[in-house]
Nanobody, 118 residues
Framework: QVQLVESGGGLVQPGGSLRLSCAASGSTFSLYVMGWYRQAPGKQRELVGVITPGGSTNYTDSVKGRFAISRDNAKNMVYLQMNSLKPEDTAVYYC????????????WGQGTQVTVSS
């Protein structure tokens, strides 16, 4: 019952920074666990990190210390701040929403391309 639209992707040099945004349309955004995933060509989609309604975050080891997820419940927005980008971060990044009180239900955005190259 929510639609997600990612934005902010693009081309950035190694060591650079980029911030992705995910806009959610729905009536209960504050009750969703929000996540960022990514998928590189020829590879499986992998979890980047998640943020709970209360603001607690978890990240995959490869991005710890470099990426940060935040959310603004008043604006129905979630963000992924990416710093010290590496070529291996190149992928399509997807926004994900999971309602806390509806087990097994997931919503996905269409993705935004991030390319890290010199």
């Amino acid at each position: 019952q929510v639609q997600l639209v990612e934005s902010g992707g693009g081309l950035v040099q190694p060591g650079g920074s980029l911030r992705l945004s995910c806009a959610a349309s729905g009536s209960t955004f504050s009750l969703y666990v929000m996540g960022w995933y990514r998928q590189a060509p020829g590879k499986q989609r992998e979890l980047v990190g998640v943020i709970t309604p209360g603001g607690s975050t978890n990240y995959t080891d490869s991005v710890k210390g470099r990426f940060a997820i935040s959310r603004d419940n008043a604006k129905n927005m979630v963000y992924l701040q990416m710093n010290s980008l590496k070529p291996e971060d190149t992928a399509v990044y997807y926004c994900n929403a999971r309602p806390v009180f509806v087990p097994g239900r997931n919503y996905w955005g269409q993705g935004t391309q991030v390319t890290v190259s010199s």
